[in-house]
């Protein structure tokens, strides 16, 4: 009989263990409710970083005559590409003396505080004879390269490329005394060596790419973004759709001997050669000289193949005019829109978020999910499109930010992911771990936010509402406790 009333007692003991246990875990469990909002997709101009339209603005620096700035001064502040082309003439026999590199100086300080991102392109000719203006040894070349890098590094948060080796006819790199294949080596090879490895570099065709890299592949996804030459890279066209040959960028060859670089390819062969480097470094230009190659159709398969990113809003402007008085047709919000300011959004990185949901083991798809107190992640998905023409090629930071009206409180998740490898044309997933029990009970706005940590300017997406400056708003979060319901 003892031993009975023992074995009650314990049992007893243990029902009441369970019980508080029990009791604990209710009170300690969260309920969650997630309304996500109406995405819907938007055709509105997108003022973000690193893409779109450029103006062309020249400097030629001077021991004696002064830099008007007053340009810059005009400007309002805000994100967008400028192209900068300095001119070295005046030191064609010598180094740039110190009153040069503070003009350079003073040059980039003036446009980094209008909130420009920098194209950069050094010259020595603005009249189409550079065999006339270059100097005529390329050491001294050098010495100006490694000299003006010293002040671009300086500027790394607006300097975003320089374009070409500072030689050429405009400094595109052709009718130069320097476009063989061991100076352009030696030129690219030390201007690559002295600037910042977060400074893109370009030249001015796929053949050029190949032969300084001595590569007939570019990078694969696995060596983008490594610093190294070839994955720092990439292209500028000015002649961009102006021919069947974009004015020489391409050749006629079907494939190139393997122990050879030198050699242009065909049209076609030159599209898919950009296709994949320029998934990773920066192409852009200007589009000239009005043929079929640009009639609109064709110009939106080629730009978008090509992955461009930005283009001269000045020139040509009958090509310009030609989209203008285009119409693009298709569904979605772009159908009726002229077919310059289609262009227009679709030069580089235009991001769509497409859906959201929460989820984690112990949801359902019931209107009211709860998570245990053993559970103590739900798993917010997000699907996002890029629809541009380009991959953005800077790492933009990605948070979710989580907001509550009612008493101010905040929480900020940084989102782990690369949005460097935001492909265009496909889409992509993002998984926000939430840990339940570290936020307080209420009713939380959910907004996805990004950004670009080197300029500091927001990263819009391409969603009705997405211009708030939390970030576009993802939907409503509930979180209650048990004693709540």
């Given amino acids: 009989m003892k031993k009975k009333k023992k074995n009650l007692y314990a049992a007893l003991f243990v029902f009441v263990l369970l019980l508080i246990a029990a009791i604990y875990m209710y009170t300690e469990l969260r309920f969650l ?18 893409i779109g339209w450029y103006w062309i603005y020249g400097y030629r620096l001077s021991d004696t005559a002064p830099l008007d700035l007053t340009a810059v001064a005009a400007q309002e502040y805000g994100p967008g590409l400028a192209l900068l082309e300095i001119n070295l003439h005046n030191y064609r026999d010598t180094p740039l003396s110190d009153t040069a590199l503070n003009q350079l100086d003073a040059v980039l300080t ?3 505080s209008r909130g420009r991102q920098l194209i950069l392109r050094f010259l020595y000719d603005w009249d189409g004879s550079a065999l006339d203006k270059e ?20 500027h790394t948060d607006c300097v975003y490329l320089l374009q070409g080796i500072f030689v050429g006819a405009w400094g595109e790199m052709h009718g130069s005394g320097y476009m063989g294949e061991e100076d352009m080596r030696t030129l690219i090879s030390h201007l690559h060596s002295v600037t910042e490895p977060s400074v893109f570099l370009s030249v001015r065709t796929p053949e050029q790419w190949r032969v300084v890299t001595r590569s007939h592949e ?16 990439g292209l500028f066209n000015d002649g961009m759709l102006g021919s069947d040959t974009d004015l020489g960028t391409y050749g006629t060859l079907e494939a ?15 599209i898919d050669f950009q296709d994949t480097l320029c998934s990773y ?5 200007e589009a000239v000289i009005e043929n079929p190659y640009n009639d609109f159709p064709a110009a939106v398969t080629g730009l978008a193949r090509t992955h461009v990113s930005y283009l001269n809003q000045d020139y040509d402007r009958n090509v310009l005019n030609k989209w203008k008085e285009s119409l693009y047709t298709g569904s979605g919000p772009f159908d009726g829109m002229d077919g310059y300011e289609y262009i227009a959004r679709h030069l580089g990185y235009r991001y769509v978020l497409r859906s959201s949901a929460l989820r984690s083991s112990a949801l359902n798809s019931s209107a009211l999910h709860f998570v245990f107190p053993w559970q103590e992640t739900a798993l917010l998905s997000l699907e996002l499109e890029n629809v541009g023409f380009s991959n953005g090629y800077r790492s933009f930071d990605v948070s979710l930010l989580m907001k509550n009206a009612e008493d101010d409180t905040e929480y900020t998740l940084p989102i782990e992911t690369d949005t460097r490898f935001w492909r265009t044309g496909e889409e992509t997933r993002l998984e926000v771990p939430l840990q339940i029990r570290a936020y307080a009970p209420g009713t939380y706005t959910l907004y996805l936010k990004i950004s670009d940590p080197v300029s500091g300017f927001p990263v819009f997406l391409a969603n009705e509402g997405a211009q708030d400056t939390d970030g576009l708003s993802l939907g409503l979060l509930e979180i209650k406790e048990f004693s709540d319901l």
Wanted: charged letters at 20%; a negative charge.
């Fill in 218 to 233: 570019p990078p694969e996804a696995s060596q983008a973004f490594d610093g190294s030459l070839p994955a720092r890279l």
């Fill in 256 to 270: 190139l001997d393997p122990t050879q670089y030198y050699g242009k390819l065909n049209r076609q062969a030159e």
């Fill in 110 to 112: 003036a446009w980094h």
């Fill in 33 to 50: 409710h997630y309304t996500p909002a109406v995405y819907t997709e938007s055709a509105e101009p997108l003022d973000n970083p690193y």
């Fill in 135 to 154: 100097p005529g040894d390329i050491s001294l070349i050098l010495r100006h390269m490694s000299q003006t890098a010293e002040v671009v590094n300086r």
């Fill in 281 to 285: 470094v920066p192409n852009g230009g």
